[in-house]
């Protein structure tokens, strides 16, 4: 097939991966091409994922807050609540971001082909839009940035009616009253919190002992305290033995023989990577675990014209990291100099409340530097702005090395985590000294003063340790004294 008109790059996907790929290539001076098979740019970030779960948390943290004035507001949330209602704000957002979106293609220099993508060639891509229409493209190089989409296990069935899964969630007509969550990961434990807030009976069960395996577990402990005092429930160790729809309810049987019936039931097991339509395996692309399109530290393929970024290739699967691929492959392409790898990627887990984490683990740094790290905690309680802002459950904690100088990991639960790891990243990216923390001031009342607090803690332990280490030393002189 000869291509109807050439470019430097195309790129397949709309996310934020391509997104940037495209923004940075155009701003280079490269002829871009972006194709999108929605009816508009913007990928699960903007239209399935991060920015419509983060807008209905905003409404559930809203009501929550009105709830607990009520006697100043007298408020009451309607019984057969929208979740239209809840998501008004959604359109408004999601307007100004893909128009922003496809303006700011357009004005860097790229163009914009809505259909689905995929390879003739290693240079050749065919656009088959839904009316039909075939058009050929060719290009030097091309981006895959073609995302994920939610994992349907076969023997639940999905019907996006009853049985949702990330995508479907949002559509349901009225909040329901109950609702089961299968997987305690990062959407189900962003959802199932943000539900249970809302006043929605939800019940969590996941194959793993508790939530969010990979987080700190003093985190997740104080983030279930939170939960279940909202009315949540979570039932670990255990499996879906069988789901169904029976007329009225989802009924679920566990693998522990207990029944479980609720309105809804949201499927939260992971994702996959969406390569199927792309023809990648006429185009002999080497392929990961589950799939994913296997690539090197430069985003490149095992063809070399073809790049690919973002949830296509894997974990961590973030919006924040998608971006940081996008631009580094468009980088490689045009021959600029390597960037440093990303070794530090914080997390954020937009659960009520936030979690959020930068650097090692308790478990990781001792490890690596052995049992005599020292950890240092603060607890919200503590802080003026934590009690000003009635935050329960929240704590900071600081893990430093075994001299208790460096700082090697920063763990925090409470509203608002996720913007304060950010000290706590730049503080371990620029190597400061934990008394970095002491010696300067830091604006009060914030919830930033628990970083000073967690290294207080840190700088007493390095104390206490400091003088029973001399202890030994001063007996040993003594005695030496002694014996003369
Ligand atoms: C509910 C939820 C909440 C999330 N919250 C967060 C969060 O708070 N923070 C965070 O960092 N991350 C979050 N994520 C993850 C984040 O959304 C993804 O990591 C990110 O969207 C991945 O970007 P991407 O560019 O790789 O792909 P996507 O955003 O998935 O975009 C891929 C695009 O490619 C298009 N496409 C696929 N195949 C083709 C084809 N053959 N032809 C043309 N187009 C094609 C798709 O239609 C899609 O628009 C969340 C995800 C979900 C599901
Ligand atoms: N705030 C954020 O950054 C954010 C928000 C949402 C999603 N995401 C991204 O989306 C990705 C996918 O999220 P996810 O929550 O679907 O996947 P996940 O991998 O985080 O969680 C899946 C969960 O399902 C459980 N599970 C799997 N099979 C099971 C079974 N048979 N029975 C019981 N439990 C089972 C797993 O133990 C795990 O806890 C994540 O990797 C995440 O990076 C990020």
């Not at 949330?77 to 408004?92: F, N």
């Not at 002491?438 to 290294?455: K, S, V």
Request: net charge negative; with cysteine.
């Amino acid at each position: 097939m000869t291509p109807e008109e050439t470019f430097d790059l195309i790129v397949i996907g709309s996310g934020p991966g391509g997104q940037k790929a495209a923004d940075q290539a155009a701003k280079s001076g490269l002829k871009v091409a972006i194709i999108e098979r929605e009816r508009a740019v913007g990928g699960t970030c903007v239209h399935l994922g991060t920015i419509p779960s983060k807008t209905l948390r905003e409404a559930a943290l809203t009501i929550a807050t009105l709830k607990r004035n009520a006697d100043v507001f007298d408020f009451k949330l309607k019984d057969d609540m929208e979740v239209s209602t809840l998501m008004k704000r959604l359109d408004s957002v999601l307007q100004s971001y893909t128009s922003f979106i496809s303006s700011h293609i357009g004005s860097s220099g790229g163009k914009v082909f809505l259909g689905r993508a995929s390879f003739v060639d290693q240079n050749t891509v065919l656009v088959t839009t839904v009316k039909g229409k075939r058009i050929v493209l060719g290009a030097k190089n091309v981006i895959v940035a073609s995302g994920s989409r939610p994992r349907t296990p076969p023997d639940i069935p999905v019907d996006h009616e009853h049985i949702l899964d990330s995508d479907s969630i949002l559509s349901m007509i009225y909040l329901p009253r109950s609702l089961t969550v299968i997987g305690a990961g990062v959407i189900a434990s962003e959802y199932a919190s943000i539900f249970s807030l809302l006043g929605v009976k939800v019940t969590m069960i996941d194959r793993t002992p508790r939530p969010l395996m990979f987080m700190e577990p003093e985190l997740t402990a104080k983030f279930l305290d939170n939960f279940t005092r909202n009315g949540g429930k979570y039932i670990g160790n255990v499996k879906a033995k069988s789901v169904e729809w029976n007329g009225l309810q989802v009924r679920t049987v566990l693998d522990n023989g207990e029944e479980l019936l609720s309105d809804k039931m949201l499927v939260a097991q992971g994702r996959l990577a969406n390569v199927e339509a792309l023809n990648l395996e006429a185009m002999d692309v080497e392929r990961g675990r589950n799939g994913v399109i296997a690539v090197d530290e430069n985003y490149q393929s095992s063809v070399p014209s073809i790049y690919a970024v973002g949830d296509v290739i894997g974990p961590p699967s973030l919006a924040s990291v998608s971006m940081e691929q996008g631009r580094r492959a468009v980088r490689h392409i045009l021959g600029k100099e390597a960037s440093d790898a990303i070794d530090l990627v914080p997390i954020g887990i937009y659960s009520v409340p936030e979690l959020s984490s930068v650097g090692l683990s308790e478990e990781q740094a001792r490890e690596r530097c052995g049992d005599n790290i020292i950890i240092g905690r603060a607890n919200f309680e503590e802080v003026a702005r934590g009690q000003i802002a009635g935050i329960q459950d929240g704590m900071l904690k600081m893990i430093a090395d075994e001299k208790g100088e460096k700082i090697l990991g920063v763990h925090i639960v409470a509203e608002g985590a996720t913007d304060l790891v950010h000290v706590g990243e730049m503080a371990i990216l620029n190597g400061n000294h934990v008394d970095t923390f002491l010696e300067n001031i830091l604006n009060f009342p914030t919830l930033g003063e628990a970083y000073r607090i967690a290294a207080i803690d840190i700088a007493n332990k390095r104390a206490k340790r400091l003088s029973r280490k001399r202890q030994p030393r001063i007996q040993k002189l003594i005695d030496e004294a002694e014996l003369n």
